[in-house]
């Protein structure tokens, strides 16, 4: 099968998008940085052939249309992705091989809620007469493009380290390898022939009841049948808990991805006590400001500025006034003095002023004359001493008059200086805290984590269950054979029995040639592809064994594990020993291995392959990507492509570039002309760029200006 054309409407941001493969040279190339389309486009195409599973968490809440379109009325929109594709045919006794081209519309209507009806899906195989449909289109995509290889042909660089990494548990991890290297052997024929002899034994297992002359054929035939019955159940439940385990490992990963996402441009949650905490110490310094500001206002109505001022004047006076206290001439203190001897009862030359004496109220008489007689002493005496009594807080101190206020002053306006520093240094933390939060995208990662905890504890559940659930079916399977021989024991004593013995013993001796068969053909294919994938392995990693290299070889093992070997057969660990582009390098080879050895014709969808390689490894893989390939479709950065030029150059049959129209004006250059926020697709290709497609970072690098 090869991948011709695919036409997206409405899904997601993909408006209206025609995309053309390469059918002529292996390679097709999309270029198109983060959040261009390139994940929607790889999952576009998946629907279109699977249907609903294809999508993230199997389409439940998962939104097609664009999310910026309001359908908040209920409005129907129309949604579809239409696939052409060709495919061998093999014609009978050798007659030779034909293409034959066929046409595959998925297509619906969506609400605002994500709501999916009247989704129809329609096959075609186009002919020089035109159109022809094909019933059931489901069937004959099954049989071309197995859902069991979705993953294998349709492949994610990051989650197709699923087959190696510990993010998916060793018994998936095996599982998963086994199911895809069975599904790309064509086992289904074996499969279906070992179910028809199940049930051809159940047949003659029933049949043995009617030989039965004491009972003990029917008793082990009935608990046979109790017991087949039993394990059919519990298969069909281990199925559902695996397909179960399978959805959940699936959504747990999902999330965990949404979770890197979030962490990666900031978590909120925490982002948002780092701004209550910000928003708190900026309260504190505008209060700390406030109160500066005050001390700095209250400077101005101080004493200490009245002598800065009045120095000059204040240090003559004040001399003066020091030198008449000095002379005695003031201050002026007899009335005081008088006057605090009438309080009393005896004078401060200690006779008495007591006025029930007649000599204490002459005395009296006598000190009240001297008051009225000094009230009307000199006035500029008096006025000299209200000045020298008035001016005593006005003392020179330590600090001298003209510095005491340029003290206080340079002391508050430096305080004033440090607070405004730091209140502008958290303004701005303030400020970037708040533009970081608006990129943020709208995840609760709590919530997020909550989540995954519960899916988490939800897995384990039905991983015990899974369990002990095997562990049940085996004790079966031993039971099932103890019965079975009971069974043809008691047969064997009867001569009516013979007959049912030799029908189960030929239906046995099928069983085990057909399960012998199956074992054969998936361990001997199965060292195909672990050879065909350390060689592509090595290639691609560059490693010479027989020159010592770190990395001697890479398997998969009896128990379908992927291993790598050091030097002296020392295994390595893959997810800890091997850097991230060998990760890569190991699951790409192994899937790669599995398309050669199947010799199925289909083609290698990739999404962002080369992330976290860089060089040598990076150049290596693509090459082998593409000589191991019927039809490879990349999807790669700028990043990505960057050394690979002359590779693209001679390899490439098709490169297409497309733009998020939302990127300008931080990434791109020119404003589209599309209002919309869509996908845009130009002709350039990994060495051109347009007005459309110039970015930002490509101009700069260039030291061109940016008009």
């Known amino acids: 099968m090869k991948l011709i054309r695919a036409q997206f409407k409405n899904f997601r941001l993909l408006h209206d998008l025609t995309l053309d493969f390469s059918t002529d040279k292996t390679l097709t190339v999309i270029r198109a940085e983060n959040e261009s389309g390139k994940t929607t486009i790889f999952t576009g195409l998946q629907w279109a052939l699977y249907g609903d599973d294809a999508l993230p968490q199997k389409g439940k809440e998962y939104r097609i249309h664009p999310i910026d379109w309001d359908a908040s009325d209920g409005t129907q929109i129309p949604i ?17 091989e034909t293409k034959k081209q066929y046409r595959i519309i998925r297509a619906g209507h969506e609400t605002l809620n994500g709501h999916r009806n009247d989704v129809t899906v329609k096959l075609f195989e186009l002919t020089n007469r035109g159109s022809v449909p094909i019933e059931s289109p489901e069937a004959e995509i099954r049989d071309i493009l197995p859902r069991e290889l979705r993953e294998v042909f349709f492949t994610d660089g990051d989650r197709a380290l ?30 279906a022939a070992l179910g028809h002899v199940k049930k051809t034994t159940s047949a003659f297992n029933k049949d043995a009841k009617s030989f039965d002359s004491d009972k003990k054929v029917t008793q082990a035939a009935e608990k046979l049948e109790e017991v087949e019955t039993t394990s059919k159940r519990l298969k069909h439940n281990i199925g559902n808990y695996e397909s179960k385990i399978a959805e959940l490992e699936e959504n747990i990963q999902e999330i965990q991805k949404k979770i890197d996402a979030a962490l990666l441009k900031g978590n909120r949650e925490e982002l948002k006590l780092d701004i209550e905490e910000t928003e708190g110490e900026v309260e504190q310094l505008d209060k700390k400001l406030s109160d500066a500001a005050k001390e700095h206002s209250r400077l101005f109505r101080s004493l200490s500025l009245s002598h800065a001022l009045l120095a000059p004047v204040l240090k003559k006076s004040l001399g003066k006034l020091s030198e008449l206290h000095t002379q005695g001439k003031i201050p002026s203190a007899t ?4 006057e605090e001897c009438l309080i009393g009862t005896t004078c401060i030359c200690g006779e008495s002023l007591d006025l029930q004496t007649i000599e204490g109220k002459h005395r009296r008489e006598n000190i009240q004359a001297l008051i009225d007689e000094s009230r009307h002493a000199d006035a500029l005496q008096s006025k000299l001493t209200e000045l020298y009594y008035g001016s005593r807080n006005l003392q020179l101190d330590a600090i001298a008059n003209d510095k005491r206020w340029i003290a206080e002053y340079d002391k508050i306006a430096e305080e004033q200086g440090k607070l405004k520093s730091k209140r502008d240094e958290q303004g701005k933390k303030l400020k970037a805290l708040e533009a970081q939060a608006e990129l943020i995208p709208d995840s609760n990662i709590q919530k997020l984590r909550a989540t995954e905890k519960e899916l988490t504890s939800l897995w384990k559940h039905i991983s015990e269950n899974l369990t002990r659930a095997e562990a049940k079916l085996e004790g079966l399977t031993r039971e099932y054979k103890r019965l079975a021989a009971k069974r043809d024991n008691h047969l064997r004593q009867q001569r009516e029995g013979a007959r049912i013995l030799a029908r189960l013993d030929v239906a046995s001796d099928v069983q085990s040639l057909l399960e012998n068969s199956y074992d054969r053909i998936t361990n001997e294919e199965m060292r195909k592809v672990s050879r065909q994938m350390n060689e592509i392995f090595l290639k691609m ?7 010592g290299a770190m990395i001697q070889k890479a398997e998969i093992s009896e128990n379908f594990d992927i291993l790598v070997y050091a030097p002296d057969n020392r295994e390595l660990n893959p997810e ?3 850097n991230g582009a060998s990760r890569r390098a190991l699951t790409l080879a192994f899937i790669l291995a599995l398309t050669k050895v199947s010799g199925v014709d289909a083609p290698n969808v990739i999404d962002t392959p080369l992330g976290m390689m860089s060089g040598f490894v990076k150049q290596a893989v693509l090459k082998n990507a593409i000589r191991e390939s019927a039809q490879l479709i990349l999807f790669l950065t700028r990043t990505e492509i960057a050394d690979c030029e002359e590779i693209l150059d001679d390899e490439a049959g098709r490169v297409i570039t497309l733009t998020n129209s939302v990127h300008y ?3 791109l250059v020119n404003k589209p002309q599309e209002k919309e926020r869509k996908i845009i697709r130009c002709e350039c290709h990994h060495r051109t760029e347009c007005r459309l497609c110039k970015r930002r970072i490509d101009v700069e690098e260039e030291g061109q200006p940016i008009s």
Do not use: C, H, W, Y
């Not at 699923?162 to 499969?191: C, H, M, Q, W, Y």
């Open 335 to 338: 009335i005081p003095v008088l």
């Open 665 to 667: 004006p931080k990434m």
């Open 576 to 578: 800890r020993d091997l």
């Open 541 to 547: 990693i560059g490693a010479e064994p027989e020159q």
């Open 80 to 96: 579809s992705v239409d696939v052409e594709f060709e495919i061998k045919r093999f014609g009978r006794r050798g007659s030779g």
């Open 162 to 191: 699923s087959f190696i990494e510990n993010v998916t548990p060793t018994r998936t991890k095996r599982a998963n390898i086994e199911k895809a290297i069975r599904s790309l052997l064509g086992l289904d024929v074996i499969e």
